[in-house]
């Protein structure tokens, strides 16, 4: 079991080396620039109406996008040019269990991205709305949930992206959905009564709530909030593992891998 | 090979990449919905901070950005797909003027475009319940294709640019789209830009169209209509004679290296 336990970590820190010797990749420089440079655009449309109230939204939600959109981008991208250069086989076929590798590639990159957060709050003193975050300890917290939310749902998309050949072009119109289900910008008041429900599914709905408590003001719910956030999250990590496990074996047996 | 014969077979081989990349059914399943979304997302913002009022400002902006999202990206990026595929020299090599392969190599993404930005405006008059003239129809959708054509251009400009650094074609993609909607009053008017910022928001494309069409769809104040279509169409012949010099440079630089294919 120890054995076991210590070759699956050999696995994870061989990807996140590999994944951390690319440096300042494409992908990186994406996920770090896009988030606090859309959130300039949030906040001028926030400020040129005096909406200083909305501050909480229209600061942190280019931050929580762009987390997660990275995460969708990288899961998709990595299966994509293992598959481009035609390694994505001899990934599948190596003994070590593929989804170990994926998981040390989305680590690695959720972390990285996490640069975004102090450039976006940066960006917003310099435009004039600063976020006053209250309960920093709190926040903190939270955004160790937001990361932990980041990489469970990059393992979840990276196993279905497995069995699709498109995947540049799913990975696209999956972030949309997600961004409008989980509130991040606007109250979920705004969405219709027949499809806020969903919002309770989506973890980054929690995330998103808890920070901006964090930021303002704690309601009672906080913990309850942070452990649906946790909760989603380990759902989504284990869902993700077993379906990359169930894919990894079907493809194997079938040998039907690069037919997709 | 005369001119017309290069560009009608680039425009071909473009078309058939297109289809291939978004065969139909897919780009009902992938595409489609992805321009529902956008226009749903910001228009729950708008409605969220500035109510109905700057919710109609918003959902005619989102025309422009669906402009960016269908034309702008996948023109940048397929510019280098013609390096991925080591066809460079052999264009290069050929009768041909490589030149005009690779400005009209991707015309199907300036009409996607166009399209992605139809279908925004028409959801757009659904959700705002416009009452447009077929007049009115038409000249929003002559505004279309003319903002589309000058993202287009451009999207050669920067495709141009990055046939030096592939592997950054998304990044120059996605950094111009967010330039873009951020300066060209796609969501927040030029007027309430930072003061200094405000003359660079006057040479980019699209500013300039979409004053047009929110005058047209909405009744904005009228900007001076020709004055403002002219500009548009003057800053798309720009950047297309700078992407012309800019594939000149590249390509004479690269065969002077002998690098056409290593970048």
């Known amino acids: 079991m120890n054995a076991t336990l210590a070759w699956f970590a050999r696995v994870v820190g061989a990807s996140v080396r590999v994944e951390l010797s690319k440096g300042l990749h494409a992908q990186l420089i994406l996920g770090v620039l896009i988030g606090p440079v859309s959130s300039a655009i949030y906040i001028l449309m926030a400020r040129q109406l005096g909406r200083t109230d909305a501050t909480v939204y229209v600061v942190l939600a280019p931050m929580m996008l762009g987390m997660w959109g990275t995460a969708i981008t990288t899961s998709g991208e990595a299966v994509a040019s293992e598959r481009g250069e035609g390694t994505l086989e001899l990934l599948i076929a190596a003994p070590a269990p593929a989804a170990l590798v994926a998981i040390g590639k989305i680590l690695t990159t959720t972390t990285e991205s996490l640069l975004a957060v102090p450039l976006t709050l940066i960006i917003a003193v310099a435009l004039g709305m600063p976020l006053a975050i209250e309960?920093?300890?709190?926040f903190a917290v939270a955004l160790a949930a937001l990361t932990l939310s980041t990489a469970a749902?990059?393992?979840?998309?990276?196993?279905?992206?497995?069995?699709?050949r498109s995947t540049r072009l799913f990975q696209n119109v999956i972030g949309l959905p997600l961004w409008i289900l989980s509130g991040v910008a606007f109250p979920l008041a705004l969405l219709p009564d027949s499809i806020r429900p969903l919002s309770a599914l989506v973890a980054l709905s929690w995330n998103a709530a808890v920070l901006r408590a964090s930021a303002t003001a704690l309601g009672p719910w906080w913990w309850f909030g942070l452990g649906a956030a946790i909760v989603l999250s380990v759902v989504y990590f284990v869902l993700g593992a077993r379906l990359f496990v169930g894919v990894e074996r079907r493809v194997r047996v079938d040998g039907s891998l690069s037919t997709f | 090979m005369s001119v017309a014969r290069v560009l009608a077979a680039s425009a071909h081989l473009?078309?058939?990449?297109?289809?291939?990349?978004?065969?139909?059914?897919?780009?009902?399943?992938?595409?489609?919905?992805?321009?529902?979304?956008?226009?749903?997302?910001?228009?729950?913002l708008a409605q969220f901070l500035g109510g109905p009022e700057y919710l109609r400002f918003v959902v005619i902006g989102n025309v422009g950005q669906a402009t960016f999202l269908g034309a702008l990206s996948f023109t940048v990026a397929s510019v280098t797909w013609?390096?991925?595929?080591?066809?460079?020299?052999?264009?290069?090599?050929?009768?041909?003027?490589?030149?005009?392969?690779?400005?009209?190599?991707?015309?199907?993404?300036?009409?996607?475009?166009?399209?992605?930005?139809?279908?925004?405006?028409?959801?757009?008059?659904?959700?705002?319940?416009?009452?447009?003239?077929?007049?009115?129809v038409l000249g929003a959708a002559g505004i279309v294709l003319l903002l589309s054509s000058s993202v287009y251009c451009l999207g050669l400009l920067l495709g141009s640019i990055v046939l030096r650094f592939p592997q950054y074609r998304n990044v120059m993609s996605n950094?111009?789209?967010?330039?873009?909607?951020?300066?060209?009053?796609?969501?927040?008017?030029?007027?309430?830009?930072?003061?200094?910022?405000?003359?660079v928001s006057e040479i980019l494309p699209v500013t300039h169209g979409l004053r047009v069409l929110r005058h047209l769809a909405l009744g904005a104040p009228d900007p001076g209509v020709s004055a403002s279509l002219a500009a548009e169409i003057v800053i798309g012949l720009v950047l297309l004679g700078l992407a012309f010099l800019s594939f000149r440079y590249f390509l004479r630089e690269a065969r002077i290296a002998g690098t056409l294919d290593f970048h």
């Not at chain 2, 289809?19 to 059914?25: A, D, Q, V």
């Open chain 1, 135 to 138: 309960h920093p300890g709190h």
């Open chain 1, 153 to 164: 749902v990059g393992l979840l998309f990276a196993s279905v992206f497995v069995l699709a």
């Open chain 2, 14 to 44: 473009s078309l058939g990449e297109f289809f291939s990349l978004y065969p139909p059914r897919l780009y009902f399943i992938a595409f489609v919905p992805r321009i529902v979304f956008s226009l749903a997302f910001f228009g729950l």
């Open chain 2, 82 to 136: 013609e390096q991925g595929a080591g066809t460079v020299p052999l264009l290069v090599a050929s009768p041909g003027n490589p030149i005009l392969v690779f400005v009209s190599r991707n015309l199907a993404m300036l009409f996607n475009g166009a399209l992605s930005a139809s279908l925004t405006l028409a959801l757009a008059t659904v959700v705002l319940g416009l009452d447009l003239t077929v007049a009115e």
């Open chain 2, 175 to 199: 950094i111009a789209a967010v330039t873009l909607t951020f300066l060209t009053g796609t969501y927040v008017p030029v007027s309430a830009l930072p003061t200094w910022i405000q003359p």
